[in-house]
DNA sequence: TCAATTCTTTCCCTATACGTCAAGATAAAT
DNA sequence: ATTTATCTTGACGTATAGGGAAAGAATTGA
């Protein structure tokens, strides 16, 4: 049973993430008159939304996936939806994965005009002294 | 020379949004009195900006590619930090890769565990059936 | 017991990329 | 000349994920 402040330091979130994410109502810690105690089921349930959040997920999809958790203890129903969300996710992610391989590819197509620009000069520069050394 | 709602339709874009990106900088079409008119040179600009949205670009960074392109590739300096611009373009991409592939990685993982799931609760559950055909 | 922390709620602020009016000003058409 | 159409600027609205500060309540330490 922590604080708010040893449960952001733990997770290295700040407090005002944790009461955020309480106000969306992903987590629902206890309170001792008005302050927030966290149980080690709260701080699991953090962990979940770290990771969904590094995967790319938005807080009400996050939400949706929690919410499934508790009223579907078999899990069964929520890992169908976890599937359809993680097949959008991965495609979305190729797609973006595409759009940057194409951008490089025109990104190697400018680095060399710009190359051939300067070696151009550089030519241009070295003939230049070479007529001077005549 | 066109008007501002031709070029809407043209580029299927509204007419917002080429104010939007001139009030950005990333377009500077003329005025004939307060009146917008485009050039071929500003639709072109329009076409790189889009180009960069659906590669999934923010316009402040299209802003900065187009910054590039203005860098008159005339004079070898410019070139040279056109070169310098387009190095750290490439190397934030593929970063940006690099991470999307550690995130479909974990994604990976999790659906694993979620068909793993799904794939034992269906043998409960036709275990259970199997016991009633006994 | 008094002051210093800690914690709370409330509210406004940020950035992104426009959408959506609103109210004027022009321009074209009749 | 007047209506209608088009264009202009300005400003507020939207969703996301919190940041930051104010101001009051409760707890802690000396």
Redesign the pocket.
Known sequence: ML???EVARQLDV????L??YEDKGLIAPQRV????IYSRREIARMRLILRG?RLGF???EIKEFLDLYDVDPEHVAQARQLLMKIGERVSALRKQKRAIDQTLEELRLLERQALTLIDGAATARNDDENKHDD
Chains 1, 2 share one sequence.
């Open positions: 604080g708010i402040q700040t407090m005002r993430t009461r955020f008159g008005t302050t927030r959040k938005s807080i009400r």
